[in-house]
């Protein structure tokens, strides 16, 4: 079995404790950057380890960076070698928001050349519902090496995206929410807005009334529609830090929409540069 975007919570009760299976608890709230740590040690998916937004999933601010710049790949490396990933894994990664901040793992194993990753459809609140094992226990962890392999080609910088919307050639699409993409709302940011050019594509829109992810067909409906004859590889996704626009980049790969990238910075950086051109509205 070899899993790359989503995986049930039946097909997960049934490797708690398989060594080749790691798990990755990614609960956070970036309101509150402790609480998904206190909700980890409350109670956790069996054998999972925790990864922190901020501390493990990030580098540290720059003036010209967003709010999560990418980890140094090296530094990310090693540290999920600590926690027993090699090339041999199955990495489940899962938060309680529905895959808003486990994307982001997701996204940065394959960055690193590690694709035998998914996410958990539902996430630990499903898990609860249904009664699965949880545990405060800390995980025995057998360390392990990843040599990674990395592929830069999955992202774009502000200057790439400036040019593409210069050229007119490619989509860029936000993943926030719509008030946050018109401006009507600003709540982690300095500026309220757009980038000029983009279109809004919350990710939200990728999940069903349970809070799983919508069939494969009904998402490459959904994506064919709003990418209106611009192919996936010409898709550039972003949001406020890089974070939830790795949710939408799942949803394609799930639908067998292949390609789209990165804006790894996003609004936060695109903003820290007072020249870059910001729109709101529609």
């Given at each position: 079995m070899r899993l790359t975007t989503l995986v049930d919570t039946e097909t997960l009760s049934r490797h708690v404790g398989d060594p080749r299976w790691i798990v990755v608890d990614c609960r956070f709230v970036l309101s509150n950057p402790e609480a998904g740590r206190r909700a980890y040690a409350a109670g956790h998916v069996p054998g999972a380890r925790y990864a922190h937004l901020d501390e493990d999933l990030s580098s540290p601010?720059?003036?010209a960076s967003g709010r999560h710049?990418?980890?140094f790949p090296n530094v990310l490396a090693e540290k999920l070698g600590r926690w027993g990933i090699d090339k041999t894994s199955q990495v489940v990664v899962y938060?309680?928001?529905f895959g808003a901040m486990a994307a982001r793992l997701w996204w940065l194993l394959r960055w690193l050349g590690h694709e035998t990753v998914a996410l958990l459809d539902g996430g630990y609140p499903k898990w609860q519902r249904e009664g699965r094992p949880a545990t405060p226990e800390l995980p025995v962890i057998q360390a392990a090496q990843l040599h990674p392999t990395i592929n830069n080609a999955l992202w774009v910088g502000a200057d790439q995206v400036q040019e593409m919307l210069r050229a007119r050639e490619g989509l860029l699409a936000d993943a926030r929410a719509e008030e946050r993409f018109r401006g009507d709302i600003e709540p982690l940011d300095k500026v309220a807005g757009h980038v000029p050019g983009a279109i809004n594509m919350p990710y939200e829109d990728n999940?069903?009334?349970s809070g799983e992810f919508m069939s494969d067909e009904a998402l490459r409906e959904?994506?064919?529609a709003a990418l209106s004859g611009v192919t996936p590889d010409k898709v550039v996704q972003m949001c406020g830090s890089g974070?939830?626009?790795c949710h939408n980049i799942l949803a394609m790969e799930h639908a067998g929409l292949l390609g789209a990238k990165l804006y790894a910075g996003s609004w936060?950086?695109?903003i820290a540069d007072p020249n870059r051109p910001v729109t709101k509205g529609g």
């Open positions: 601010l720059t003036p710049p990418l980890p938060d309680d928001t999940l069903d009334f959904h994506y064919l974070v939830t626009a936060s950086e695109w």
